[in-house]
């Protein structure tokens, strides 16, 4: 499916908001749009013609799986976030829905073209680049945390970040885009502790559940304090 940037939600937020209108056209038209269930692989590891995107609804994650099958999540990608190696002979990590989403796609080949002619938009990517290496970093620093009960508040409030339109404050409201043993499998916790922790936010009044997925931020400035990055 061919891509409609005029009505793309995340166009003033993606790295090709750089491009004026004439540059976007061009880009957009050596790209597609896909969607893609949760649990469907955007691409693997070792594939040579993996494609690389721009997320416009939904989650992602990058992972490794070890040689017993056991999957170590690396980093999270969000709306407006991009996926994909660029300058890359093949894909090095597995990029796996975390819900149902939807990408506009290009051809590895294709996105290094429009670097090279577009200057701006290699710029773009790599800010961008560097958010998400700032983002992979936090999620490193989680299970540096001694306390149980900081790491899920980090992981909450990050993700809350992640879901809001503002650049300065969380989400009030959003889904979680990942199951318990997802949560606990990022902060070096078990699925138990997970669940025990996040109880105690919604007994505290910090948080509250709304659904399976839910999550109303009720304190956000307690979540941060007890995620010491307040």
């Not at 937020?13 to 976007?24: I, K, N, S």
């Not at 505290?204 to 956000?220: E, H, M, S």
């Amino acid at each position: 499916m061919s891509l409609a940037c005029e009505t793309c939600p995340v166009r003033d937020r993606a790295a090709c908001a750089v491009l004026d209108e004439e540059e976007r056209e061009a880009l957009a038209s050596i790209g597609r749009t896909r969607t893609i269930r949760r649990g469907e692989m955007l691409f693997a590891a070792g594939d040579e013609e993996a494609a690389c995107a721009t997320l416009v609804s939904g989650a992602l994650k990058v992972c490794s799986t070890g040689e017993e099958g056991d999957e170590r999540i690396l980093a999270l990608i969000h709306p407006a976030g991009f996926a994909g190696e660029l300058f890359q002979p093949f894909a090095h990590y597995d990029v796996v829905a975390l819900s149902d989403s939807k990408l506009c796609t290009f051809s590895r080949k294709d996105m290094e073209s429009a670097i090279e002619r577009y200057p701006a938009l290699g710029l773009a990517l790599l800010r961008r680049s560097q958010e998400d290496l700032h983002a992979a970093r936090g999620l490193l620093d989680l299970t540096g945390r001694r306390d149980a009960k900081a790491r899920v508040a980090a992981l909450i409030l990050g993700m809350a970040r992640a879901a809001s339109d503002s650049p300065c404050h969380p989400a009030g409201r959003f889904e979680l885009p990942l199951t318990r043993g997802e949560m606990a499998n990022l902060a070096g916790l078990t699925i138990e502790t997970v669940s025990r922790r996040l109880t105690e936010l919604e007994s505290d009044g910090i948080i509250t559940r709304k659904g399976a997925r839910g999550i109303v931020l009720a304190d956000p400035a307690r979540l941060a304090a007890i995620a010491g990055t307040a």
